[in-house]
């Protein structure tokens, strides 16, 4: 019988590439999405898509009354402009939302306990470490400490490219097969995407880094 683990799931190109490298691993996946609210919604329906082309279970959790805590973010509040430029940018800081990954990485352990799953993958990677502090080694370590003691059973995050750049997960996509017109990046939710944010030049400078073209319209 499969081990099970739980993949949260945001339908972007780095989570699409983590949800299929655990799938290709054996693993019983349970897909998890959250609603929390993100002008970039889209996102889901590229997620559900995938789940039910792979064949995994997914859910989509609506957490959007977060809200009413949390703010001052461009990617939850209509009323600040998603930044454009590059992540290095001081400015890309409005699109941090605060504490979200510790957020949902407790909602994704809570209910890998409740499904007898041993591992929560989450896709965090190098690229956000200089503006993202939840997507950061120290944290991923941290928040592992803390779930292998926080129930009964103890379960780890974990982060495959923890480590790794945009263009090295995009680069394993890649070699593993994957069309990543299955995928929504863009943080402005519009019929295409932006070309602008942080979320498509990155994106973009990983399709160029790989000698590939991204399947994505753009505006």
Known sequence: MAQKVVV??????????VLNKAHREGFEVYALSFDYGQRHKKELVYAAKVCETLGVHHKVVDISA????????????????VAEGHYAAENMKNTVVPNRNM???SMAVGYAVSLGASKVY???????????????????I?????????????????????HESKIA??????????DYSQTWTCYNGREKACGKCGACNERLEAFAENGVTDPLPYE
């Not at 949260?8 to 590439?17: L, R």
């Not at 977060?66 to 402009?81: A, E, F, P, Y």
Request: hydrophobic share 40%.
């Open 8 to 17: 949260i799931f945001s339908g972007g190109m780095d989570s699409f590439t």
């Open 66 to 81: 977060i809200n009413q805590l949390i703010g001052n973010s461009s990617l939850t509040s209509t009323d600040i402009d």
């Open 103 to 105: 957020i949902l990485l």
């Open 122 to 140: 989450y896709g965090a990677h190098s690229g956000d470490h200089n503006i993202y502090p939840d997507c950061r080694p120290e944290f991923v």
């Open 142 to 162: 941290k928040m592992n400490d803390v779930c292998a003691i926080a129930n009964y059973e103890p379960v780890e995050i974990v982060s495959p490219y923890l």
């Open 169 to 178: 997960i995009l680069t394993d996509g890649l070699a593993m097969g994957l």
